[in-house]
Nanobody
Framework: QLQLRESGGGLVQAGGSLRLSCAAS????????MGWFRQAPGKEREFVAA??????TTRYADSVKGRFTISRDSAKMYLQMNGLKPEDTATYYC????????????????WGQGTQVTVSS
């Protein structure tokens, strides 16, 4: 059974950068389309970015386009976040996509436990 674990979150000033990682175990990670979501307190979990199984196709939410980059290798998925803004503060989750074109929570699973990103102004 696929298990996912995020890491790399932290506290950063506005304009700074962080790189999140998502490590997979218990499944054939290299065969899965994957994605990142985030959830701020009191808000719905929202789509951030997705990458197809071979890493050649990516999609982004408009709010992060041009600032965030999703990538992957044979064992992990990454989210490079540059130009961070206070509104990027959230818990970030990685998940397997049921299909590549999905962008809502029900299109993804299982989920990792999340990693907290806090951007100070």
């Amino acid at each position: 059974q696929l298990q996912l674990r995020e890491s790399g979150g932290g506290l950063v000033q506005a304009g700074g950068s962080l790189r999140l990682s998502c490590a997979a175990s218990g499944g054939t990670f290299s065969r899965y389309d994957m994605g990142w979501f985030r959830q701020a307190p009191g808000k719905e979990r929202e789509f951030v970015a997705a990458i197809n199984w071979i890493g050649l196709t990516t999609r982004y939410a408009d709010s992060v386009k041009g600032r965030f980059t999703i990538s992957r290798d044979s064992a992990k998925m990454y989210l490079q976040m540059n130009g961070l803004k206070p509104e990027d503060t959230a818990t970030y989750y990685c998940a397997r996509a049921n299909f590549y074109g999905g962008s809502v929570r029900s299109d993804f699973g299982p989920w990792g436990q999340g990693t907290q990103v806090t951007v100070s102004s």
